[in-house]
């Protein structure tokens, strides 16, 4: 289970990087990851964005969109 979801957590972050500078939301990115099989809700996928802001890997651009740091100009 444990390596399902760092494995969902991963796609997840590869996915919002080719989102480009547009970014995606979580209910985007749940309904995405789940398509390609992978077992992961909403708020899980809000909880890992969450995450990533804090360590600096994404930046939340508006109310329910993330961007990837790779496509964020300030």
Request: glycine fraction near 10%.
């Given at each position: 289970?444990?390596?399902?979801?760092?494995?969902?957590?991963?796609?997840?972050?590869?996915?919002?990087?080719?989102?480009?500078?547009?970014?995606?939301?979580?209910?985007?990115?749940?309904?995405?990851?789940?398509?390609?099989?992978?077992?992961?809700?909403?708020?899980?996928?809000?909880?890992?964005?969450?995450?990533?802001?804090?360590?600096?890997?994404?930046?939340?651009?508006?109310?329910?969109?993330?961007v990837?740091?790779?496509?964020?100009?300030?």
């Open positions: 289970m444990r390596g399902q979801l760092a494995d969902s957590r991963a796609r997840m972050t590869q996915l919002l990087q080719a989102a480009g500078a547009d970014g995606a939301g979580p209910q985007a990115l749940a309904e995405q990851l789940q398509a390609e099989g992978h077992d992961t809700v909403r708020q899980t996928v809000a909880a890992w964005l969450t995450d990533l802001v804090d360590t600096g890997h994404a930046v939340r651009v508006r109310r329910g969109v993330y990837h740091r790779d496509h964020h100009s300030p």
